[in-house]
């Protein structure tokens, strides 16, 4: 049927849905073990979500179940691919996934610490920066006591590695 015959109002939208945190292609889906839980957590919520929709009319129905459809989707396809990576208790000698680092940057006196996660666990705010981040990319298999060099637009950071914690 020609679009002339079909009225305007009968034309949904595509929606549009923000794509996950990005992962490079070729890089491995790395999370934790409490990342994996988080996103089952998100799973089961959307899936409830959906299921306890309750919108009056037909179109804003279908529009909302379409949109929870595709975060599902987006969602599935990360947890299919995920790889745990098991985390130790043990002292560690290098800096590694799931660690705890401790840091002091060469402009601050205050010492950060930052956990290296999976690019949909992070989150600065809570001190949680993914795998994939410059500065986890240069912190990771390094030692306790080196020092790291970050390349910035703003210019070259020093960093400094104090602790490692698992």
């Not at 947890?79 to 745990?84: D, F, G, L, P, T």
Request: charged residues 35%; aromatic residues 4%; hydrophobic residues 35%.
């Amino acid at each position: 049927m020609s679009r002339g015959f079909v009225k305007e109002d009968d034309q949904e939208e595509v929606p549009f849905i923000s794509p996950r945190a990005d992962l490079p292609d070729g890089s491995p889906n790395y999370v934790t073990a409490a990342g994996m839980q988080e996103l089952l957590d998100e799973r089961k919520d959307l899936n409830e979500e959906r299921e306890g929709l309750q919108i009056e009319t037909e179109k804003d129905r279908r529009i909302a179940q379409n949109i929870i459809d595709l975060k599902l989707k987006q969602l599935n396809e990360r947890i299919s691919s995920a790889r745990v990576v098991e985390t130790t208790e043990e002292p560690l000698e290098t800096v590694r996934f799931g660690c705890v680092v401790t840091v002091k940057m060469d402009l601050t006196d205050k010492p950060q610490k930052f956990r290296i996660v999976g690019v949909d666990e992070a989150d600065i705010k809570k001190g949680k920066i993914a795998f994939t981040s410059p500065l986890a990319k240069q912190l990771l298999h390094q030692e306790k006591g080196s020092t790291v060099n970050l390349k910035l637009p703003a210019g070259d950071r020093s960093i400094q590695i104090l602790s490692i914690e698992p």
